[in-house]
C-alpha cells in the first residue's frame, strides 16, 4: 500500500515536472531567432508566408496549445527542416531500432563482461590480476569513447580487414548482417560501460566482503565460493542492478558520435540537429523534448521501486 | 495485279516508315553486359528531394541521378567549352510571341516574350508513365498552390525567367504590406480618413509612415530611420521624429515592425521631417513616396498564369519580361520542377490545417525520369540507383557509347579519416581531399583540383553611430581603458588590416586547395556566357586588378613587369611595411576625429571576430586565431601596438550570421561571401551594392559615385544605378562634359558595354576595402585508378564529363581482383 501511493505520488509529480519542462522547452526554443536571413535572387515574402501558414507568428502560448491539441491525438507535427515534409513521428520510429540494436548488443556484451571482471578483480584482489583490471579501468575510463572508435575501426577494418567501415543496413537493424557490421561500433560503445560495471562491481564486492556478515557465514561453515554467491553477490548487487536497470532504459538514447563514426542511421543526432538547424526544427525539438523528458522521469520512479525489489528492507514510502 | 501490287508497296512503305519511327526510339544504345557501379561516400545525404521544396543541396545527389531538363549543358565541338542542348526538348525554344498579341500583356511591339517548347514524345517517368506537357502544367500548378507557399515556387518569377502572373497565382489571398511609391503610388488626397482618424486606400487598406521600414524605391532598400539616424538635424528637422518614431510598431516580431498608421499627426510628424530642413530637398509632394499599406493579392485563376500546353507535347511560356539568346536557354536548363503527379498527389497532407508534402523522401514516395532510377534510400545511412530503362536518352543514338556507369550507390559516411580508408581499399571511386591530406597527395597523378566560383572575404561594417553605441556598450579587456571600435571607419585602417594578410599563408592553413583572391570575382565567373569567356581574362577586369593594388603603371615596356599578367602574377596581396605606415596613418586620424583619446595611453581597440555556423568549426576558429596573431604582430612598432584586442564571437548560425555584422553586434566576418551566378555576375554584383544583401550597409552605393567610360567618353553616377542599369533599367548618367546620357545595359546590350560597367563598379566596391577579398575557393579529389575522366581540364557546365562520359578502366570484379591482388589497399601517393 505504501508502495502503491509511492507510485501514485511519484507519477503525479512526473506528469507536473514533465509538463514544466516541455513547456519551458517550447517557450525557449520558440525565442530563439528564427527569421531567415535575406538570401540572394530569393523571394523572401514566400518564405514569409510559409511561416505564416505554419503558425509561427501566433503568440507563443497560442502555438504551444495548438502543439498540445494535436499531440494529444498522437500528432507531433511535420518536419520543416530537418526532413521536409514527413511525419516526425515516423521518422523517429524508424530511426529509433538502429539506435537500439547498437545499444542492447553493447549492454549485452559488456554487463557480463563488466560485472565478470569486477567480481575477478575483487576476488583478486591486490593480486597481478586485480592490478591489471583495475589500471585497464582507469585506461579505458579516462580516454573518450570516439579515440576507441577511431582505434577499432582503423585496426579491425583498414589494418585488418576484418569488419566493414560502416553499418550495412540492407537487411535492417536486428539482422545478422547488420550485428556483423556493427561490431566496430559494439566494442567502441562496450569499452567504457565494462569499464564502469567492472570499477563498480569491484569495490561494492570488496565492501561487502570484507563486511562482519560475511565472517559470520564463513564461521557458519560456508565454503567461500557458497558465502560469495549467496550473501555477498547479492548484496553487492543492490546499487548495481539498478545501473543495469538504467543501462536498459537508455538504449533509446543515441550516441552522437558512435552513431556518426559507423553511420548508424539512429537518433543520437537528431536532438542536437533540431535545435542547431536554421531555424530550428520546432516539431522535432519539441517531440524529442517531450519523449527523452518522459523517459528519465519514468526511468527515475522505475530505478527507484527497483531497489525495494532487490532489497524488502527498503521500503518505498513508508514513514 | 498491278494494283495490288501498288498497294502493298505503299503498305510496306508507310509500315517501314512507321517502324523507321519506332526504331529509332524503341532501340535501347545501353550495354549491360557488365556492372560498373559509381560509389560515393559523402559527409550528410538528402533528407528530401522534392524539388517543390528541397532547400539544402544535398537533394542534388538524388536530382542530378534521377531526373532531367528540357534543355541541358554538353561539351562544345572542341571539349574545351560548353554549349546548350535539348534534353527532353526535341529543339530549342520557338519565339512565337507575335501569336499571343492581346493575351499574356503581349503587344504589338513585344518580342522575346512567349516561346513554344516541344517536348520528345517518347519521354517517360521511370515506372513507364509517359510525360506529357500537361504533367509539366500541373506540377507547375502545384509547384505556385498559395497554400502551399512551397520553397521552390519562385522558380517561376524570381530569376530571369518572369513567367507572366506566376507570381500573381503564387500570391492568391496572400496579405503583404506594399510600398506605396513601387505599387499604387497614391496620393495622400486619394486616400480615406476612417472613424478612428487613421487613412486607408480607397480600397480599405490601412496606409502607414514607413519609419523603420526598408523602401526599395525611394530609399534604395534603407529606412528613414536610417537617414535620420546616420544624418540627423544636418539633413532633417528631427522636432518630430521621437513622436513619429513612437507611433510605430515596435515589435521586433510583428509584420508591422517600423511602420506607424497614418494620421494627421502622423503625417504631420512626417513632414516636418523630411521638408522641415532644406538639405533634405523634399516637398510634400514626396510624402506619398514614404507610404507603405496592407494588400492582400487578389485570387488569380491559373487559366491566367502565362503556362499552358498547347498539346500533349507543345509547352507555351509567356514572361513578363524579354528573354532571349543564352540566358534564356539557360534557364530553361531546368525540368520546370516536374513531379509524377499521383505519387505527389498521394503524398499531400494537411495535417492541422497546413499544407504539407512527402513527395520525394523515399523510393516509394517517388518517380524520376533521368538516366538513374532510385532503387533504395534509408535517410542518414545509405541509397542507391540503377539504370532507368525508360529514360529517353538511352534510344537516342547521340547518346550511345554514355553512361556506362550501370548503378550508383552513396553511403553517409561523416569522417573523413573512413572515407579516405574507404577508398584506399577501393571501395569508393572519388575522395574529397581535406586540409590534413594535402601533404600526402597534393602531388598525386590521381589529385584533380576544381576551383569554385565564390571569393571569401573579410567583411567589415564601418557604421560610425552603431560603432559608437557599441563602444559605450563595450567592457574593456583592461580595466579603465576606452574601448575603440569606430577606428574601423578609417579606410587607412581598413586598408592595412588588408595588406597585413599574406593571403597564400593564410590559405594554406585554412584551406590550402584553395587560391589567393586579388578581386570580388574569381577566374570561375563567366562575363560572355554566350562564348564562355571568363571575366578575369578580359583586359576590363584585369584593370581592375592593377588599379586596386596600385600597379597600373608597373607595367609595360621598361618598367617592373613586362605586361598586365606578370603584375597581376606578382601580387600577393601582402605589404607589412605599407600595412604599418597605414596603421599609423590611421592612428593619427583617429586621434583627430576623437576615436582614440589623445595622449592617454588607456585605450584598447576591440574587435570582435563573428564566428558563422552553428558549432565549433575548425576553419573559423583556426582562421581567427591566424588572423589575430597575423594583426597583432602587423601593429608591433606602430602606434597601435599593444592596443589591439581580439575577441571572437559564438556561433552566429549558419543562414543568419550576417546581420549580426549589419548591426554592428560583431566588428567582422571572415571566410564568408556570396556563391552561385558564375554565369551572371552582372546580377550577382547586386549583392554587393544593394542594402538588403550588403554585409557592409553602411557603405551606400545610392551616394558613391562610380565613372565607366564607354565608347571613349567617361560617365559618372551612383554604382547602385549603374547596378540598376546592368539589370535592365534606364538610368541617367552624367558625361565629363556635363551632358547627361540614358542608359540601359541589360542582357539585350552590347557584352561590352556591360563589362566596362561591371568592372567599374567591381572597382568601386574593392576600393571601399570593407569587403576584403582573400581566398578563391577551391576543391582537391582523389580519382579511383579505374576511372578515365572525359577531360583532363575542368570545363564549366560539364566539369571532367561527369557520369555522362565517365568511362572505366575496369568493371566491378574485375577491380575488385584488382584490389585484392594489391594487397586489399591501394597506394595513390
Known sequence: ?319 | MKKSLIIALVLLLVLSLTGCGKDKHDKSYVDDKTTYTMRFAVNSMPTSWNNHTYQSNDATQVMDNTEDALYVFDYNATKDGYQIVPGMATEMPKDVTKDYVGKFGITEESENQVYEITLKDWLKYDNGDPITANDFIESAKRLMNPAAANYRADNFYAGNLKIYNAKEYCYSGMEVINENATNDYYAVEDLVKGADGVYTTPDGNTVYVAVDWALSEWLSGNTLADYVGAYGDAYFDTTDWDALVARMDADEDSDHYGLAPLTDETLGYLSTTTTGNPAWGETDDDLPAYLAYDYAYPEVKWEDVGYFAKDDHTLVLALTKPLTGFYLNYALCSNMNLVHIPTYDACTSNDGGVYSNSYGTSVDTYVGYGPYKLTDFLADSNMAFGRNEFWHGYYEEEHKGQYQTTNITYKQVSEASTRLEMFLKGELEQYGLQKDDMDDYQGSQFTYFTEGDSTWFIALNPNEEALANAEEAASPVTAGNTVVKRIICIKEFRQALSFSVDRAAYQLALDPTGAPAKALYGNMIISDPDNGTAYRTTDEAKQVIVDFWGLSDSFGEGKEYADIDAAIESISGYDLAGAKELFNQAYDKAVEAGYIPAGSDAWEIQIIIGQPGSGSSAYYNNGYHLLKQVWTEAVKGTKLEGHMEFTQSQPLGSSAFSSYLKNNSIDMLFGVGWTGSALDPYGLIQAYVQESYQYDPAIDYTSIETEVELDGVKYTAPTYDWYLALSGETVTVKGADGSEKEIEAGTKAENSMRLAILAAIEGTVLQQYTMIPVGLDATAALKCMRVNYYTEEFVYGMGRGGVQYITYAMDDAEWANYVKENGGTLDYK
Open chain 1, 1 to 319: 500500500m505504501y508502495l502503491f501511493k509511492y507510485v501514485l505520488k511519484r507519477i503525479g509529480l512526473m506528469l507536473m515536472t514533465f509538463f514544466i519542462i516541455t513547456t519551458i522547452c517550447f517557450v525557449l526554443v520558440k525565442m530563439l531567432p528564427s527569421l531567415p536571413a535575406e538570401q540572394f535572387g530569393k523571394d523572401m515574402a514566400l518564405i514569409m508566408q510559409r511561416r505564416e501558414l505554419l503558425g509561427y507568428n501566433l503568440p507563443i502560448m497560442q502555438q504551444y496549445a495548438r502543439f498540445w491539441k494535436y499531440a494529444f491525438q498522437g500528432n507531433f507535427g511535420i518536419s520543416e527542416v530537418l526532413y521536409i515534409g514527413q511525419d516526425v513521428w515516423k521518422v523517429f520510429v524508424q530511426k529509433l531500432p538502429y539506435t537500439v540494436a547498437v545499444n542492447v548488443y553493447s549492454i549485452l556484451v559488456s554487463i557480463p563482461l563488466g560485472i565478470g571482471l569486477g567480481i575477478l578483480a575483487a576476488l583478486k584482489k591486490n593480486t597481478w590480476i586485480d592490478h591489471f583490471i583495475s589500471t585497464s579501468v582507469m585506461i579505458v575510463v579516462s580516454v573518450p569513447s570516439f579515440i576507441y572508435a577511431f582505434l577499432v575501426q582503423y585496426i579491425l577494418y583498414f589494418k585488418l580487414g576484418w569488419a566493414s567501415a560502416t553499418m550495412d543496413t540492407s537487411m535492417g537493424a536486428f539482422s545478422w548482417i547488420g550485428f556483423k557490421s556493427m561490431i566496430p561500433a559494439i566494442l567502441s560503445m562496450s569499452f567504457g560501460t565494462i569499464a564502469g560495471f567492472a570499477r563498480y562491481t569491484r569495490a561494492e564486492l570488496i565492501e561487502v566482503l570484507t563486511s562482519e556478515f560475511m565472517l559470520l557465514a564463513r564461521t557458519k561453515g560456508l565454503t567461500k565460493a557458497q558465502a560469495t554467491i549467496r550473501h555477498a553477490m547479492r548484496n553487492a548487487m543492490v546499487p548495481i542492478f539498478p545501473m543495469i536497470l538504467g543501462e536498459f532504459i537508455y538504449i533509446m538514447s543515441g550516441s552522437l558520435i558512435i552513431e556518426q563514426m559507423f553511420s548508424i542511421p539512429g537518433v543520437g543526432k537528431l536532438y542536437v540537429s533540431s535545435i542547431q538547424a536554421s531555424p530550428p526544427d520546432y516539431n522535432f525539438f519539441m517531440l524529442l523534448s517531450s519523449f527523452y523528458t518522459l523517459i528519465g522521469l519514468a526511468a527515475g520512479i522505475v530505478i527507484d521501486i527497483s531497489y525495494s525489489i532487490i532489497d524488502p528492507r527498503i521500503r518505498m514510502g513508508a514513514k
